[in-house]
């Protein structure tokens, strides 16, 4: 059974950042895919950051490009979500997910090709 276990999470004040870790269970960590995905009260799961089990590729949803940078570390078994110039819009539960593609570049911003969710952590931002 994977286990994915984010942390990070918290209150911050509009205007700052947060560096959201998850940490995956699994030796063979650099088979998956990787993605980062949230959810705010009342809405829909929403696409946030996804990378490639390389590194090389990176894709966001518009509504965060240029603000929140995914990233991994396969030494450590972990990838990390660094999000800046928070808004109060961001609020909500961020998840991270882990799946296994066909292809060393492959990213998706689908929930649906997410095989492993972690429990979540909270992001509040105060305005």
């Known amino acids: 059974q994977k286990q994915l276990v984010e942390s990070g999470g918290g209150l911050v004040q509009a205007g700052g950042s947060l560096r959201l870790s998850c940490a995956i269970s699994?030796?063979?960590?650099?088979?998956?895919?990787m993605g980062w995905f949230r959810q705010a009260p009342g809405k829909e799961r929403e696409f946030v950051a996804a990378?490639?089990?390389?590194?090389?590729?990176?894709t966001y949803a518009d509504s965060v490009k240029g603000r929140f940078t995914i990233s991994r570390d396969n030494a450590k078994n972990t990838v990390f979500l660094q999000i800046n110039s928070l808004k109060p819009e961001d609020t909500a539960v961020y998840y991270c997910?882990?799946?296994?593609?066909?292809?060393?570049?492959?990213?998706?911003?689908?929930?649906?090709?997410?095989?492993?969710w972690g429990q979540g952590t909270q992001v509040t931002v105060s305005s």
């Open positions: 997910a882990a799946w296994v593609p066909s292809t060393s570049f492959s990213t998706s911003s689908d929930w649906r090709e997410y095989d492993y």
């Open positions: 699994e030796r063979t960590f650099s088979d998956y895919a």
């Open positions: 990378i490639s089990r390389n590194a090389g590729r990176t």
